[in-house]
């Protein structure tokens, strides 16, 4: 396998194999990031795609899932994506899901058909960082996508048969507008009905922007006990109409938390309580990490 730069994918991806589609992220301008600055963004050719994948199947007698990295490989035109789709079904039967990372703006310029053309050649999951619900919170950010565009990909992979599983970050909006990015981030939760939200807790490395804001003191990094209270809020308000598989047990976060939305929203809101009464629950510093 051809890999240029360092390569990122999702905790639930860990046994996939992962397969360059393009180089960098489209968009990469969001602050709090760091993932592909040090990369220019290029879409590879499909022939130079199938060509790692014909290794790894010479390599590998079982591929049961392939993730398509890097930012967002849904970026590619529809026949550019079926040409690898349909490689993949057919040369690696075993495979039991294909997935990739998608901003909700790749998702709004495609066609329902489109979607649907790309759900019944193979595409199971497309991961979408949403960030927060807030506008707000995502314009300080520079996500450089709406909260209706956000809202409107999601909802439309879902009724094309493409789960979502779109990631939020707690911590986000700092001290000032904590209670804003919990607040609109829980309502957007329940409004989109993604089949998997998952929570992570703001961790700045460099070359990421808004670490430097913070070393200059521009930005204030919530406390652990205040990331709780802005978790506890949010989960107030996340009560979608469909049931959402919720985790936020990444290895930045302080509590681990497992659930169902809405059906476990109490019983979580309770476990953050108890945490907060007493810190000896929460993750120690120093084994927090992206």
């Known amino acids: 396998m051809r890999y240029i730069g360092d390569i990122y994918r999702p905790p639930s991806e860990a046994y996939s194999l992962l397969v360059q589609v393009t180089i960098g992220c489209s968009h990469n301008k969001c602050t709090f990031c ?3 600055k040090a990369k220019q963004f290029k879409v590879r050719k ?16 079982r591929v049961e899932r392939i993730f398509l990295c890097d930012g967002d490989a849904l970026c590619l035109a529809n026949h550019k994506l079926l040409v690898i789709l349909d490689y993949i079904k057919e040369h690696f039967p075993e495979c039991e899901r294909v997935t990739t990372y998608g901003r909700a703006t790749d998702v709004i310029r495609k066609t329902d058909e489109e979607l649907r053309e790309l759900k019944e050649h193979g595409l199971e999951m497309v991961y979408i960082g949403a960030e927060s619900g807030s506008q707000k919170i995502l314009d300080k950010v520079n996500k450089g996508e709406t909260r209706e565009e956000l809202i409107e990909g999601v909802q ?24 804003e990015h919990a607040i609109e981030t829980g309502k957007m939760i329940a409004e989109m009905n993604a089949s998997y ?11 990421a922007p808004l670490l430097d804001d913070y070393r ?3 930005f204030k990094l919530l406390t652990a006990e205040e990331v709780l209270a802005e978790t506890c809020l949010m989960l107030q308000y996340a009560r979608p109409s469909k049931p959402c598989v919720f985790r936020s047990n990444h290895a930045s976060n302080y509590v681990s938390l497992r659930g169902n939305l809405p059906m476990d929203n109490e019983s979580m809101i309770a476990s953050l309580k108890r945490c907060m009464e007493n810190r000896g629950l929460l993750k120690d ?3 927090r990490m992206l």
Do not use: C
Not at 51 to 58: F, I, K, N, Q, V
């Open 34 to 36: 760091n993932m592909y």
């Open 46 to 61: 499909p022939e130079e795609v199938l060509e790692d994948l014909a290794w790894a199947r010479s390599h590998y007698n």
């Open 156 to 179: 439309r992979l879902e009724k094309a048969g493409i789960k979502t599983s779109v990631t939020f970050i707690s911590g986000l909006a700092g001290p000032d507008d904590w209670e």
């Open 197 to 207: 939200v998952s929570l992570l807790t703001l961790m700045l490395q460099p070359p």
């Open 216 to 218: 200059e003191g521009k």
């Open 285 to 287: 510093e120093r084994f």
